[in-house]
């Protein structure tokens, strides 16, 4: 059976054309021990049987014509998307992280499921890690976590999940789906019109949209806030063309976190009147700030995108349901408790304005999807370019989470960095919260002095971070 990708979704897929724009997110748990490899694996053939997109792989139209969709795999293979692999001897944190990341990095087999598990053992002290990588297609950081329910256990160790034949699994699976379809094809009525007024009419009226924003503007206050909602789902749109230090881009990427007690977080929040993520934000224009005063570089404003969940109570939790909005942020010549008053205004504005404009948002991505895959994806990249500073923050379990059997000590994220010069993600955990920077070092060339500036930067809001 066939399942439809969303707007969002395809165009994720479509823009990854362009390597520079690849959407692979993923994160690094470390373990407290080495699990068991037949439990680990156990605890994988149970999350693919109970999780459809784990199972399921993008199928492209036949000759281009007409929409990707999510299909069954047929050939899938578990020994695919679960590796293992072992440091050598003595091996450092820096050893780890440049593992990770070229492994993050590599890109996915397009004609397989989108994710991938790669489990890592010889750290000192007998730990392990665990590394996670998952297209955003599948879905966002919200939907992974949703999806990790299935994978690892929270509060105690649990034991070994049942066995689970996952042949057979995909074989009933196969049955199903084709019983469905042949009930599906008799029932269709006939329709001539295939295609039908809906589609051409959706991209004329936001064609028009786009095309005429000052009529939009006079328009009423509704049409206003929905022309800003069409802006920020593309960053970077008109103005700041951001840091002429960070101007270069690259494939190749660099991994540094930080590690932040999460008490701090909330009090530096606190004590300002605003939420978490508006410290986290303003915190890391700060280390942004710092480390263009190393180079003796003013600048004036940090063009940055954050993520707006647009996720409704009764949507479908592994969905994607985000929106990157636009902000520059105030550079040189602001103090720190200023700039955090007005991410925090500039933060509501743009999630008021997205959630209000959900479905006009998704029928901008539909547009987008809808043009040529040279087209959007170069335009995509000619926005993404002028980026400085990606930063998303998702909030992680607040209990102790195993694998295997095991403790996870530390849970790093590792957003993408699509075409931007630094994604800094967020993820909190226990009581404890993980800064990854997924960096690109054409643009970044001292990735160890950005990761001491942006631990000066939230020590500049009174957060201690400690470093890895």
Not at 114 to 139: Q, Y
Not at 198 to 222: E, H, K, M, P, W
Not at 417 to 445: C, E, K, Q, R, W
Request: charged letters at 25%; one cysteine or more; hydrophobic letters at 40%.
């Amino acid at each position: 059976m066939e399942l439809a990708l969303t707007d969002t979704e395809e165009l994720l897929w479509g823009l990854e054309s362009n390597p520079n724009l690849a959407s692979t997110m993923g994160s690094l748990l470390i373990l407290d021990r080495a699990p068991d490899r037949e439990w680990a694996l156990a605890s994988w053939r149970k999350a693919v049987a109970r999780v459809p997109r784990l199972r399921l792989k993008v199928s492209e139209p036949t000759l281009g014509i007409g929409s990707p969709v999510w299909t069954l795999d047929t050939q899938f293979d578990l020994d695919h998307h679960v590796r293992f692999m072992r440091l050598p001897a003595k091996a450092t944190a820096e050893e780890l992280s440049n593992a990770v990341v070229q492994w993050i990095n590599d890109p996915f087999d397009r004609s397989r499921p989108l994710w991938e598990s790669l489990l890592i053992t010889g750290l000192p002290g007998g730990r392990a890690a665990l590394v996670a990588k998952l297209h955003h297609s599948i879905a966002d950081g919200l939907g992974a976590l949703q999806m990790a329910g299935e994978i690892y256990s929270f509060g105690e160790p649990g034991s070994p999940p049942e066995a689970i034949d996952l042949q057979q699994v995909f074989a009933e699976l196969q049955t199903e789906s084709a019983v469905a379809a042949v009930q599906s094809e008799e029932a269709e009525p006939e329709n001539d019109d295939e295609d039908g007024p809906g589609f051409f009419s959706r991209v004329g009226d936001i064609a028009s949209l786009l095309a005429d924003r000052r009529r939009i503007t006079s328009a009423g206050n509704d049409a206003v806030q929905a022309a800003r909602a069409v802006a920020n789902q593309f960053p970077g749109l008109g103005g700041h063309s951001g840091s002429d230090l960070w101007s270069d881009r690259s494939r190749n990427r660099r991994l540094e976190w930080l590690e932040i007690p999460l008490p701090q977080l909330k009090a530096s929040a606190k004590k300002r009147g605003v939420r978490l993520n508006d410290v986290f934000v303003g915190s890391c224009a700060e280390g942004v700030l710092r480390y263009h005063d190393e180079f003796g570089v003013e600048l004036p404003e940090i063009s940055s995108t954050v993520v707006v969940s647009t996720r409704r109570p009764d949507d479908d939790a592994t969905v994607n349901a985000f929106t990157p909005a636009s902000i520059h942020l105030p550079g040189h010549g602001v103090g720190a408790d200023e700039r955090v008053a007005y991410i925090n205004t500039e933060i509501q504005l743009r999630r008021d304005a997205l959630r209000s404009h959900r479905d006009l948002l998704g029928s901008v991505s539909g547009l987008a999807a809808a043009l040529p895959t040279d087209l959007s994806a170069g335009l995509a990249l000619g926005q993404a370019s002028r980026v400085d500073l990606a930063t998303s923050n998702v909030p992680g379990p607040p209990i102790d989470a195993f694998f295997a059997g095991q403790k996870v000590l530390k849970w790093i994220p590792v957003g993408p960095v699509s075409g931007t010069a630094l994604n800094v993600t967020l993820l909190s955990y226990t009581d404890s919260v993980f800064v990854g920077m997924h960096i690109d070092p054409a643009a970044i060339s001292e990735v160890k002095l950005l990761k001491n500036c942006f631990r000066a930067g939230f020590g500049d809001l009174g957060i201690r971070a400690r470093i890895r």
